[in-house]
Nanobody, 126 residues
Framework: EVQLQASGGGLVQAGGSLRVSCEVS????????IGWFRQAPGKEREGVAC????????AYAESLKGRFAVSNNNAKTTVFLQMNSLKPEDTAVYSC???????????????????WGQGTQVTVSS
């Protein structure tokens, strides 16, 4: 059974940093891409970043490049999202998701993602 569990959210002041984690299990990890998405109250879910675990290629939402960084641990069981210079508008529930991926790139198209984990709340105070 494929499982993804996001954790590490919390309350942080504007300008601060936070790292959230996504633990993954139940599939051949190297054959998947893992993506981070967020949903703020009253807004649609949007893609944040993704990583193709087989070769480490990454993609980011254009507006978040330079502030957010996605990575995975050596064992390839956990994917991290490092968020820096946080702004109040980054407040959202952050979720991780996965899809089977045989290419050396990943995409942030919601419709491609097959498996979803529960999110973790990130709140940025002004």
């Amino acid at each position: 059974e494929v499982q993804l569990q996001a954790s590490g959210g919390g309350l942080v002041q504007a300008g601060g940093s936070l790292r959230v984690s996504c633990e993954v299990s139940g599939f051949r990890f190297k054959d998947y891409a893992i993506g981070w998405f967020r949903q703020a109250p009253g807004k649609e879910r949007e893609g944040v970043a993704c990583i193709s675990v087989s070769d480490g290629s990454r993609a980011y939402a254009e507006s978040l490049k330079g502030r957010f960084a996605v990575s995975n641990n050596n064992a390839k069981t956990t994917v991290f999202l490092q968020m820096n210079s946080l702004k109040p508008e980054d407040t959202a529930v952050y979720s991780c998701a996965a899809y089977s991926n045989s290419y050396n790139f990943c995409v942030l198209d919601l419709s491609d993602y097959e498996y979803w984990g529960q999110g973790t709340q990130v709140t940025v105070s002004s």
